[in-house]
């Protein structure tokens, strides 16, 4: 290790206890009102499912309920913060190099279920099972890909050091991606999952139903529960089972949903705003979206305002066509793009777009979804466009999306800009739904994260987002709120942005 570092992080995280999630505070009113936590008693939450395609592998997830599931059994080295800047979790603190190549974190003293002591080859198992060039579907690859393995090594005990191909002054949010989860040193059997997190695993039906049970020798402390239910339901059938009482927490509820609540005194909507973006995505690796004229037609033809309108409810703020509003590197001088149907037209006409059938692939994979792409079918009939709305399956639509029509809808929750351009803008990114892939691209986004000055990292991921938002293909229309739904018996849900730290904390979560 160099001897110049530059000290990253020391914080300390709050324990299992009332100061890592609540609502309001230890004594403060949940719901139902004021009360001090408790052990004891099951949680019911039910999310939107995926059918055989969930799974206990936490390197394979991808759907909410899987990662609400690995969240309960394993720990990140490093979650994402309510400002999606990391804090710790296994590890306690991190240091760098100068030149950002090489990184030192320091493990907490942790165990995993079966009573073995977490260590750093944990850490080097878990990221070689990660970045194994033969496992094609673990999703954190590509973000990790810059980690020189061979050059990774254990510093004692407690210490892990890793060592990259290039520069990254933002290296520690990088490990907080979906699917960089800790597993014990020869795992391979995702059947018998064993991890360091607050519940022990004790049954899972893929697209059914999950249990686990509290891990008295978390490193942050037991949670509350005695047992955590994750189910998958249908949104109709979550929507019906938390205000019947026969759930306490669902996950992912509707605008219309909230408006149908309100006054019920058994259930409490748990509000997130600026949660992430809704939109579509044009594939621009074919015709006609290669062609930015054609691409810029459809930014114009959106009546974004409408969507907002029937789609979010009017829980959301508009979206200008770029990822991340109110995070860190995120372009707020821009003007907002506004809808120009004469203008929309005219490059429709230039690009050869009107004489074009396109088609809008779409799935009730997420509430809104098909309604959304009805909606812009109108919009573009307005402009002079022809556009088929045709559904397919939820349980594969994320994968199908990547190859199928010329438009799809498209939906991120929270993570920091760097790691949505590195998931989504790059070629090679697994969720690459736009089909945006231009080697000068990534080429300056390698070398935005290697420059160590904030504000010239600020300046560069700037002009990257600029050039996506005025010839990329996504139409990022609003950032809405995202909205939970509790049972009045249920204390310690904090509002708090998907993929985030306080997200589906179920450790700190306890009911009357």
Known sequence: MPEERTRRHVLGLAGGGCAAALLSGCDGPGPAGATRPRRGGVLRAAFPGAGAKETLDPHKQRQFVDIARHKAMFDK???LGPTLRPVPRLARDWESSADSTVWRFRLREAVFHDGHRLEPDDVLYSLHRILDPHAADHLAANSLSALDLGGCRAVGKETVELRLKKPSAEFPSLL????????????RDPEKPVGTGA???????AGRSFSAHRFDDHWAGAPYLDELRILSAASEARNSAVQAGEIDYAHEMSPTFARLIEGNSRVALVSTPLSGVDGFALKTDRPPFDDPDAAMAVKLLVDRDRLIEVISGNRAQPGNDLYGKGYAYYPSHLPQREQDLAQARRLARRSGLLNRRLTFYTSTVVDGFVNAAHLFADMAGEAGLRVEVVSGPPETYNTDQLTTGDIGNHRCGAMPIPTYISERLLDGSPQNASAWKHPDFDEDFVHAQGIKK????????GALQRTVRDEGGLVLWGHPDWLNAVSTTVHGVKPAPPNTDEWARFDAVWVD
């Open 77 to 79: 080295l490093v979650e």
């Open 199 to 205: 519940f022990r695993f004790a049954s899972f039906q």
């Open 454 to 461: 904030e504000t010239a990292r600020t300046r560069a991921y």
């Open 176 to 187: 907080a991606v979906t699917g960089a989860l800790i597993v014990r040193r020869g795992y």
